[in-house]
């Protein structure tokens, strides 16, 4: 897509460091690390989020965090590994084009961990919010 930072990764018009690559997939060192081995893992063809992306790419996407962590276990030996992604502008979303962060740990670096991103669950019980689902 015209104007999309990893489109033109992509297309290979700006330069990235990459950690894995397939037919359907991109992953590639984050240019403002928030640890070592700092990577993304994009789909290659553009798609804002999970819910735009067609099935057959979706299913290649846990794959190939697998692989992608198996190159940076190889490469850098972290100690543990924090993966996932911003989903919206209300998620933290930046660059429109889904990317799934893999970011490696270390015992001591001072990061935190999933509950770190927000504590707010508001007023309902989870027993109301359960109910919802059902
Ligand atoms: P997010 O807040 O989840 O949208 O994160 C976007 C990420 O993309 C940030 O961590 C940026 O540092 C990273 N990023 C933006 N432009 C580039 C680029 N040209 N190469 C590598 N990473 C990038
Ligand atoms: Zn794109």
Redesign the pocket.
Known sequence: MKDC?FCT?VAKK?P?YTVYEDSHVLA?????PRAKGHT?LIPKVHAETIFDLNEEIAKSLLPAVERTADRIEHVLSPDGYNIG??HGEAG????SHL?I?ILPRWHGDGGTNIHGIVNHPGEMSVEEVGALFS
Do not use: A, P, S
Not at 28 to 32: A, N, S, T
């Open positions: 930072i990764i700006i990235n590639f060192l984050d240019i403002h993304v992604w911003n933290g979303q930046e660059v990317h962060h």
